[in-house]
């Protein structure tokens, strides 16, 4: 039982067990005057009685308190008034490094990571996964095992086993400063950790996004596109004119469509900005239909089937620049993110506002250079 049905139960049997003293005392009267009850009333005795009873086995049963979230009210309690006293003695939202600031909930944490997923085009489609040191390390076959079919008695050959590499992917610091009015922050009805989500959103979507495309992985991720001209680049199918489709876009892009394995076109998606995807929508097949249709009903457009994922951070159509790319992301890109977010107070160093300096290590890279082609628009 709950703290409010104890309470409850309780009041209940009190003003049963008043009316059963009540009923019994007016039944032995009877009996005393009368050697005899009405009954009615002895009837109303034991009907009393038997609700005492079931009463009381209710109250036998243990309270149970309903939980607190010790660190969620500690951490409200911080962000509102900067009341650090009971955060200091939570273990896991204390401090652990000379920069100062708290790490955050999980349920605060999970905010951020939902809002962040929908404002990060390449959230969507890359795979996602969460590490507890600063780097992550995946290893990857650079050959295949020897494989092959042998009979129900036939001795089983020994296979080679294959050549495994490690790939790193290092986390870096994320960070964006948010302010909030002291009125926004005394207002008990607002929620503040969706507040916190929705003004580092943006800004994080923004940062890490373009890490995700052209970083060059030192204190950051490592883009996709900066794989070229280094042993581990994608491959790359090149329109024939420099900056330009030139004149057989359609047969270009079928060319990028069947570039990867078969074993990744199933979820594959293009990836370009709004100003490439301009240019492609005006393209048509050799039957006049146009390639690209529009979403509806909240899905993506798609490009001849297969979805378009906008990304700004994704470069114009120029000379000898990869505008477009394709492939399966979820098996070609990994991002890595660290667990824990952490979050400093600053109300002195813009008065009357309070800041909050929020950072979170996020890494990325290739991890699959087969799933993912580019189109480059080069002689």
């Keep these: 039982m709950t703290q409010i ?10 003003q049963t067990f008043a009316a059963f003293r009540d009923a019994n005392d007016a039944r032995l009267a009877e009996i005393e005057s009368k050697s005899a009850a009405d009954p009615l009333l002895t009837e109303k005795v034991e009907r009393l009685n038997r609700r005492l009873e079931t009463l009381s086995v209710s109250l036998s049963q243990p309270v149970v308190a309903k939980p607190v979230n010790e660190a969620k009210s500690a951490w409200s309690r911080f962000i509102r008034s900067g009341d650090e006293s009971a955060l200091t003695e939570l273990k896991s939202l204390s401090t652990t490094d000379g920069d100062g600031g708290y790490v955050a909930p999980v349920e605060t944490e999970n905010q951020i990571d939902t809002a962040l997923e929908q404002a990060s085009p390449m959230r969507r489609i890359a795979t996602v996964r969460k590490i507890g ?17 042998v009979g129900e008695t036939d001795p089983r050959p020994e296979t080679t086993a294959p050549s495994l590499t490690l790939v790193a992917f290092p986390a870096g610091e994320l960070y964006a400063m948010p302010a909030a009015t002291q009125a926004l922050l005394d207002d008990s009805v607002a929620d503040v950790d969706a507040w916190l989500a929705e003004e580092v959103r943006d800004v994080f979507a923004a940062q890490e996004t373009a890490a995700f495309v052209n970083g060059d992985g030192v204190d950051k991720p490592r883009g996709f596109l900066s794989y070229q001209g280094t042993a581990d680049a994608l491959n790359e199918i090149v329109t024939g004119v420099e900056g330009s489709f030139g004149a057989t876009q359609y047969d270009t892009l079928m060319d990028l469509i069947y570039a990867p ?14 100003r490439t995807l301009s240019e492609i929508r005006k393209i048509k097949d050799a039957d006049g239909n146009y390639v690209w249709t529009p979403g509806a009903s909240g899905q993506p457009s798609q490009l001849l089937g297969y979805d378009v994922t906008e990304m700004e951070q994704m ?5 000898g620049g990869s505008a477009i790319a394709f492939g399966d992301f979820r098996r070609g890109y990994m991002i890595a993110d660290r667990q824990g977010v952490r979050v400093l107070r600053d109300p002195y160093s813009a008065k009357p506002y309070v ?25």
């Design 355 to 379: 800041l909050f300096y929020t950072t979170k290590r996020v890494g990325g890279g290739v991890q699959d250079k087969d799933a993912i082609s580019l189109l480059s628009f080069a002689a």
């Design 133 to 149: 040191s600063g780097q992550f390390r995946k290893p990857v076959s650079s050959g295949q095992p020897t494989t092959g079919w």
């Design 315 to 319: 470069p114009d159509i120029v000379s």
């Design 261 to 274: 394995k078969s074993i990744y076109r199933p979820g594959a998606s293009f990836v370009m900005n709004r």
């Design 5 to 14: 049905e104890t309470k409850m139960a309780s009041e209940d049997f009190a």
